[in-house]
């Protein structure tokens, strides 16, 4: 099996595409697929809006909102290549489950409006990708519109997110005005062509050399000779080309292209498919796993309930790290130290499910989940237990006590807030001294209060009573010798509110930042985490 290992790990690539909402993550993904003929006709300017749904937003509650809410995976060939898009909801309540997904990628594409450049999500999804140190690769979108200067956007990307650029191509035009962009491997023109099907199928542009008479003809004697100098530019101060600091995420290559029209997409494509690493290998508690090792390895980065109406069910996404998947296997499931077997294993292409017979290192698939698995989990040969390490948390920044409205229906409201906890969906805490029926529930954006009392309708029939804490801080709570933070033991406990989480550790509920303070100051001793104090904060 070695060879043939090797050779699926060799042409895998697995990555995320990230971007503030609008910038035009969507519309790639979809060119990108295209591109990769697992779909024959991209959706219609017309149709967009149906064509996104079918394509990756299973929820309800996405369609009434119109934002994607849960991740989608897709895969398909391109070029001898396997590749496993990871889609990123970009809207920022969701941004526990992005995260997640970014800890399950080897690189990341960011894709930027040519006419905004780097907004607020992007900011945000950048500094994960950075700290996990995985190369990233830029695309400047919708160049076939008014945009900003590709100079000033190379200088916000070095002062706002701090990694320098290296143009892979560059656009041809004047004043924000683009016709074309110039291939500096290449080192041929490529014009915007008539498009006259909005994008919907494939083209070819017209290339022309950067001495060709035709050229001159094409472009007005003053951009052709702004484009001469900004190539001397570049080529003299600018940013060389470098394998290495683009592999640990210090340098950017920067594409500028059109996902509507389709323009430089297909280059972006096959570039990105060359630069871009195989399956990386991770740090775990028995050293470093690498994708070559011929036992089976992955973990859990994601668990999704229902997604689609037809199947409803739940499915834990694994990632896999070593050797090879195959259905029915049995694994050790180190949460629960038990020996598990992967029947029904799933895999996705665009809205299609299929079942699949085996899967290698990069690769995604969904496993029917009885309940048994939490995110983070590892899974491994049972010959070789260890456990990979636990995925960053969140600091949980809104509150609500919630309970069941009928209380003949407590158990499946208990089951339903369980479970969608296991999911990491919303985070648990118990008030200290009142009783269970009513839970306090920590999340990071007020969002993730519609999806659980829809997700509890309607997938355990209970109403819920929801009503939001003033707190915004939490802090787990420990003494330096080990003794047991309880409320009698704080100097102003009912300054906010004592609880307990799900493992039973003491957590402070504030209402800021200054009521923090206050509790520092009067409580010396007292050691303040703002994720359990075993995890690490994102
Ligand atoms: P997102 O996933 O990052 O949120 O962005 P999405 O692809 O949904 O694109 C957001 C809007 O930008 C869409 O317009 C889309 O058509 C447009 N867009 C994407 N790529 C390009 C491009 O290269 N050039 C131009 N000019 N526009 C682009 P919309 O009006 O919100 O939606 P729709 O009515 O077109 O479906």
């Known amino acids: 099996m070695g060879e043939q290992l090797e050779q699926e790990i060799h042409r895998r690539r697995t990555f995320a595409i ?16 295209l591109y990769g003929g697992a779909i024959h006709l991209a959706g219609s300017i017309k149709s967009r809006k149906t064509q996104r749904h079918a394509v990756s937003d299973w929820m309800e509650i996405e369609k009434q909102r119109g934002i994607s809410v849960t991740s989608s995976v897709l895969q398909f060939d391109y070029g001898g290549c396997r590749i496993n898009i990871l889609d990123t909801p970009g809207h920022q309540d969701f941004s526990e489950d992005t995260y997640r997904t970014l800890m399950a990628v080897d690189s990341a594409v960011m894709v930027l409006d040519a006419a905004k450049g780097v907004e607020a999500q992007t900011k945000k999804l950048f500094k994960v990708c950075k700290e996990r140190r995985i190369p990233i ?15 000033d956007l190379m200088d916000e990307l070095e002062n706002v997110l701090g990694i320098r650029s290296c143009p892979m191509n560059w656009p041809v035009g004047s004043d924000g005005r683009y016709r074309g962009v110039y291939n500096r491997q290449t080192k041929l023109v490529e014009l915007f062509a008539a498009d006259e099907t909005h994008g919907q199928a494939t083209r070819t542009s017209e290339k022309y050399a950067l001495d060709a008479p035709e050229l001159r003809v094409a472009l007005d004697e003053e951009t052709y000779q702004a484009l001469l100098d900004d190539i001397t530019l570049l080529d003299e101060a600018g940013e060389a080309f470098d394998e290495e600091k683009i592999a640990c995420g210090e340098l950017t290559p920067m594409f500028f292209g059109s996902a509507m029209t389709n323009f430089g997409v297909q280059n972006f494509l096959e570039e990105y498919l060359r630069l871009a690493p195989p399956p990386a290998i991770r740090a775990s508690s028995d050293g470093d796993i690498r994708p070559e090792d011929e036992r089976f390895s992955a973990f859990v980065f994601k668990i999704q309930a229902n997604m689609n109406p037809a199947h409803r069910d739940r499915l834990a996404f694994i990632r896999i790290v070593s050797g090879k998947f195959e259905r029915n296997m049995s694994v050790w499931h180190a949460a629960s130290d038990k020996e598990i077997k992967l029947a029904q294993p799933q895999q996705f292409l665009a809205q299609d499910r299929q079942i699949i017979d085996e899967a290698w290192p990069g690769d995604i698939v969904g496993l029917f989940d009885p309940g048994i698995f939490g995110i983070g989990d590892t899974l491994s040969d049972t010959s070789h237990k260890f456990k990979f390490a636990d995925f960053p948390v969140f600091p949980p ?12 229906k407590r158990k499946q409201f208990v089951k339903g807030v369980e479970q969608l906890t296991q999911e990491g969906a919303i985070q648990l805490f118990r008030q200290a001294g009142a009783g269970i029926e009513s839970y306090i529930v920590g999340t990071v954006g007020t969002l993730q209060f519609d999806v659980l009392t829809y997700r509890l309708k309607s997938e355990y029939g209970v109403d819920i ?4 804490q003033p707190f915004e801080v939490a802090r787990w709570l420990t003494y330096p010798d080990g003794r047991a933070v309880t409320p009698e033991s704080l100097r102003g406990a009912d300054r906010g509110m004592f609880v307990y989480d799900r493992d039973d550790r003491p957590v402070l509920l504030v209402n800021n930042e200054w009521a923090l303070g206050w509790i520092t100051d009067n409580n010396p001793t007292l050691e303040l985490h703002p994720v359990p104090p075993d995890r690490k904060e994102i």
């Open 137 to 151: 690769f830029t695309f400047v979108n919708k160049l076939d519109r008014f945009g900003k200067a590709p100079i």
């Open 397 to 408: 920044e809104k509150f609500a006590r919630v309970q069941a409205k009928d209380t003949m």
């Open 465 to 468: 009573e929801l009503v939001m």
């Open 18 to 33: 990230i971007s503030h909402p609008d910038a035009g993550k969507t519309t790639l993904t979809e060119k990108l697929l």
